[in-house]
C-alpha cells in the first residue's frame, strides 16, 4: 500500500438539493492509476471536480496528503491546485495557437523562466508525449490521437504531482486509444505520476487500472474500491460484475 495521497471522507456530492453521491470513502496511493468507474450518469465528472476544485462539497472532506483541501483558505486551496493537471476530453487546447504556443502558455503564466529555458520545456514536454519536433502545428494539423497527447503535454508543464483525465480515449480508435494507454503507464513509471482518470473503456480499465471506486447511481454511493482486475475476478456484486463483463456475466464471451 502506497501512502495516501488524496483521501476523501463521508464525500456528498449534490446539485442544489439533488443528491449525486452520499458517503464516498476512499484514498488514491501515490503513483497509482485509479480509475472512477460506473455507468452513465452516476456522478464520475462531478467526482472530478470535487477533486480539481471546481465544485465544493455538500458534505464530507477531501485532503491533499493532510491538507483539508475545501477548508484551506483560497490561497492554499490554489497551492494545491498548482500541483494538479487536468487533461479534459477534447484534449482542450486553443486552436489559434501552435503546440508551442498552448504548452508555454501555463508556463509563461506561472513561472519565472526565461523565454529560452521556455522553449527548452516544451520541446522537452513534447518529445515526452511522442511528439519532438511538432512545435510549431496547430491543433487541426494533427491527428486527434496527437491531440489528445499535446493536450497532455500541455497537463505536464508545471510537473504535476497528480494528473486527472477525464474519458482520455473518448473518440480515438482502438490503436490510438491503446498508445495513449501505454503513454499514461509509461508517464507514470518515469515520473511517478498519480494518475487519476474517470472511464468506462473496459480495455483501458483493465490495462492501465492500479486501483479503483466504482460508482453506482441507483444507490447513489460507491459500491467497491479496489484494483479492477482483482474485483473482477472476486466481487460478489452483480452490478460490477455486469459492468466489468459487459453485460456477459463472468462466464461471458
Ligand atoms: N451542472 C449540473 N447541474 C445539475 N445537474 C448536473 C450538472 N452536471 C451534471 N448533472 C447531473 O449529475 C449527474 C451526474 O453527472 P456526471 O456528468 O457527473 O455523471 P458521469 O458519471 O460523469 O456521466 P457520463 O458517464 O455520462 O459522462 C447526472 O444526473 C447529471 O444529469
Known sequence: MTAAHITVEHLTMA?????????????IGRGEVFIVMGGSGCGKSTLLKHLIGLQQPAKGEVFYDKQNFWSADAEQRLQVMRRIGVLYQSGALFSSLTLAENIALPLGEFTALTKA?????????????????????YPAEIS????????????????????????PSAGLDP?????????IISLRDTLGTTIVAVTHELASIFAIGTD????????????ATGNPKQLLAESEDPRIIQFLTRGQGRGGR
Do not use: C, H, W
Request: net charge negative; proline share 1%.
Open 117 to 137: 529555458e521556455i522553449a527548452d520545456m516544451v520541446s522537452y514536454k513534447l518529445a515526452l508525449v511522442g511528439l519532438a519536433g511538432f512545435e510549431d502545428y
Open 144 to 167: 486527434g490521437g496527437m491531440q489528445k497527447r499535446a493536450g497532455l503535454a500541455r497537463a505536464m508543464a508545471l510537473d504535476p504531482e497528480i494528473l486527472f483525465f477525464d474519458e
Open 175 to 183: 490503436v490510438s486509444a491503446r498508445l495513449l494507454d501505454d503513454l
Open 15 to 27: 446539485y442544489g438539493d439533488f443528491v449525486i453521491q452520499r458517503d464516498l470513502n476512499f484514498t
Open 212 to 223: 479503483s471506486v466504482f460508482l453506482d447511481s441507483d444507490s447513489k454511493t460507491m459500491l
